[in-house]
């Protein structure tokens, strides 16, 4: 009977080493067998320690092997202490036994071929053909190509992820790290649930940003559902992307994205234009996301501007967006007017100025409805009789009688007064002025046309007996909150605001308010903003909800007020700091800037200069339009054509007081108006303690 050679050297090894084990001791205690003895049990004892303490399996075994080390010390200790051999002869006995438990147990040999143990008599078996394992369900055999076998090879070691298996692989070209995968359930008729991009990450070793997964429709010769998954890998590809995005991905991710300023948008082209030095941006929002929302803030900060500097432009038309960037604001360049610029087309528009986004922006002179009235509000300095003088000389090329009334002079309006066929100041000349336009609603009501018809005005049609006349009232609302005029000038506003565009009559308000509480009713702001385009100059902040509210403009339209200053602040403001210099003063700027408001949502303009220091005479026609002869005779008929710088005639206000000791010079309040109708109680307009002081007064005769 053979035996292997492990189990024979080990046998051997135990039957030699047992005699000197028991005679070492006796014969030299110092000799340095028995340190080596007690050394190598030493080590034993650890190496049991170590097995004890330890978390793999085996813990027994591994102290079995070491037991022969640790009892041959022991005996070697025994031996060391006996007298001689010791009674009975003790110590070979020791050494005899642990020679015999070696020979039995054989704890190295036969524990290191616990898997190698062959019957040693059996008889070799037969050879058999082994049956062909199955193939592993991540790699079936499919005839994938390669690059699709190594990918299922490294998914299968991985762990196969979410309990899939890859049915193909498709590398990026270029791209030396990017793959597509096509995965499906291990398991047939069982969905995808447990797939995360975190477990792909991990088994290719990426971020998870680089991880995209998609569900998979199906296709025909292709099944699709949640037991399939369209897996992109894509690490260069968005390595890439950080460090130089086409324009399309720079949008998607810096525009487009969920929580973007302009989310949901798609990148459709960029067009910069060198002459204007603009960039223009064109997106498109899908239709189920309805209106695009738009975050100017966000949206300046992503293209690397401020939104008060004034750059940034965006117009929305319908689900398109279009975003204008300019190297410069266009509100701090200066527009010189024209007089081609300010003469009306066919249709009544000409050039007020350029908007933001550098398209012309066109106010008219008339309406499908007829005359145009006009509404212009500024602060003071804004810009307001730069932009009444824009719209006087269009009138005036347009062929208009122009008039012009004035709350109080300036040199500005006494220029424009030059090319006007009435120009006047103060109160009393504007109610005067109100007056004619409201004698002339009838006057014109009763002139028939060349067909022998009366017709209402239309400038499309011919054979009209009059011309449009335009009637300008500068600081209206001061003259309107005068204790002895303002009741009638508000009363006559409202019915020429009414009545007036059927028969080309258009009146033209401008001021630095429109609110009810300031005196401007709301019957007369409703006209005016039905019949004629406003513009709004730069107003205080705080103002600017208010004011557009009061124009009828919903909240969501309601613009962000205008920066201080379009000009960009001066650099070195630190090195300015730390020199303890001032700071330059700043460049407003801002004159003729604000919005026109053609529809709902207010446009931000800058107004055309009109340069009244070189003269406006090249701005106007040669000839200043007037009324007809017809007119101004029906006019004198009635006592209203003279010269209204006059003070008030006797009569021309009410009956003359009895008192021979009264004001003679002072209108009577009430009563019968020459060439209009009874003057109407005020009490809507009270809405101060100085409009009711006034309105105390005047029923009091005070």
């Known amino acids: 009977m053979s035996v292997p050679r492990s189990v024979a050297l080990e046998r051997t090894l135990y039957t030699l080493a047992a005699p000197v084990l028991a005679a070492a001791p006796n014969l030299s205690p110092d000799s340095p067998v028995n340190a080596v003895v007690q050394l190598a049990g030493a080590a034993g004892i650890g190496g049991c320690f170590l097995a004890y303490k330890g978390d793999e399996s085996g813990a027994g075994r591994k102290m079995l092997r070491w037991s022969p080390l640790v009892l041959a010390a022991a005996v070697d200790v025994a031996a060391k202490h006996t007298p001689g051999m010791g009674p009975w002869c003790l110590d070979a006995l020791l050494a005899a036994g642990w020679a015999a438990a070696g020979l039995l147990v054989l704890p190295f040999s036969r524990h290191t071929r616990r898997h190698h143990r062959p019957a040693l008599a059996a008889p070799a078996p037969a050879p058999q053909l082994q049956p062909v394992g199955e193939p592993s369900p991540a790699l079936p055999d499919d005839g994938a190509d390669a690059f699709t076998r190594q990918v299922r090879q490294l998914w299968e070691n991985r762990g196969m992820p979410g309990r899939t298996i890859v049915v193909t692989a498709t590398p990026h ?20 649930s447990s797939l995360t991009p975190e477990a792909v990450a991990a088994a290719f070793g990426v971020d998870v940003t680089d991880v995209t997964i998609k569900d998979v429709v199906r296709q025909y010769g292709r099944e699709g559902g949640p037991a399939w998954k369209e897996v992109d890998v894509t690490p260069d590809a968005n390595e890439r992307r950080r460090k130089a995005p086409t324009a399309r991905e720079w949008w998607a991710d810096r525009i487009g994205a969920a929580g973007g300023p302009i989310p949901g948008s798609q990148f459709v082209k960029e067009v910069r ?24 803030h966000s949206l300046a ?44 087309d066919k249709d009544g528009r000409w050039v007020t100025g350029f908007l933001g986004n550098g398209q012309p922006a066109r106010n008219r002179v008339y309406t499908d409805r007829g005359a145009a009235h006009g509404l212009f509000v500024a602060p003071s300095g804004g810009g307001k009789t730069q932009l009444m003088g ?40 504007m109610i005067r002025l109100l007056r004619v336009l409201n004698a002339l609603m009838e006057i014109r009501g009763e002139m028939p046309w060349e067909d022998g018809q009366i017709h209402e005005w239309d400038p499309t049609q011919p054979g009209c007996p009059y011309r449009m006349l335009s009637a300008y009232f500068d600081e209206f609302l001061s003259a309107a909150r005068n204790g002895d005029y303002g009741p009638e000038i508000m009363d006559l506003a409202e019915l020429v605001s009414v009545k007036g ?60 007020p205008l920066p201080r200053s379009f000009s960009p602040a001066e650099a070195g403001r630190i090195e300015r700091v730390m020199r303890g210099e001032p700071e330059p003063p700043a460049d407003s700027n801002t004159g003729g800037a604000g919005w026109i408001v053609e529809g709902t949502q207010p446009d931000v303009l800058r107004t055309l200069f009109m340069d009244f220091s070189a003269g406006i005479a090249g701005y106007f026609p040669d000839t200043v339009a007037t009324l007809t ?22 009569g021309e206000f009410g009956p003359e007081p009895d008192d021979e000791d009264g004001d003679d010079g002072a209108p009577q309040k009430g009563g019968k108006r020459r060439g209009g109708s009874t003057s109407a109680a005020r009490r809507d307009t009270v809405t101060t303690p100085r409009q009711a002081l006034e309105a105390i007064k005047s029923l009091t005769d005070a």
């Not at 603009?278 to 209106?291: F, K, L, N, S």
């Not at 009138?395 to 008039?403: P, R, T």
């Not at 002869?629 to 006797?650: G, H, K, S, V």
């Open 301 to 344: 900060a992503a293209l690397k501007t401020k939104y008060d500097e004034g750059r940034l432009f965006v117009t929305v038309d319908g689900s398109q967006v279009l975003v204008s960037l300019w190297d410069s604001s266009p509100l701090a360049q200066v527009f010189p007017a024209t007089r081609e610029l300010l003469t009306p």
């Open 173 to 192: 070209p270029g791209m030396a790290h990017d793959l597509s995968l096509l995965l499906r359930a291990s398991e047939a008729g069982r969905p995808i």
């Open 501 to 560: 565009r059927k028969y080309g009559v258009g009146i033209k308000v401008a001021g630095q308010s429109i609110y009810v509480q300031d005196g401007f009713t709301q019957l007369l702001c409703e006209n005016l903003r039905e019949n004629c385009i406003p513009v709004v100059l730069k107003v205080a902040p705080k103002k600017v909800g208010d004011m557009f509210k009061a124009l009828g403009i919903p909240p969501e339209h309601v613009p962000d």
């Open 273 to 296: 234009d060198h002459a204007r030095k603009v960039t223009h941006y064109i997106a498109q929002v899908p239709d189920e996301m309805g209106e695009p929302r738009v975050n100017q």
């Open 629 to 650: 002869d017809y007119e101004i005779r029906e006019l004198e008929a009635r006592e209203l054509w003279f010269d209204w710088t006059e003070p008030p005639r006797p």
């Open 390 to 429: 824009l719209h006087v000389a269009a009138d005036a090329l347009f062929g208009a009688v122009v008039m012009l009334a004035t709350e109080a002079p300036d040199e500005k309006t006494a220029a424009l007064g030059k090319h006007t066929a009435r120009y006047g100041v103060g109160a009393l000349y």
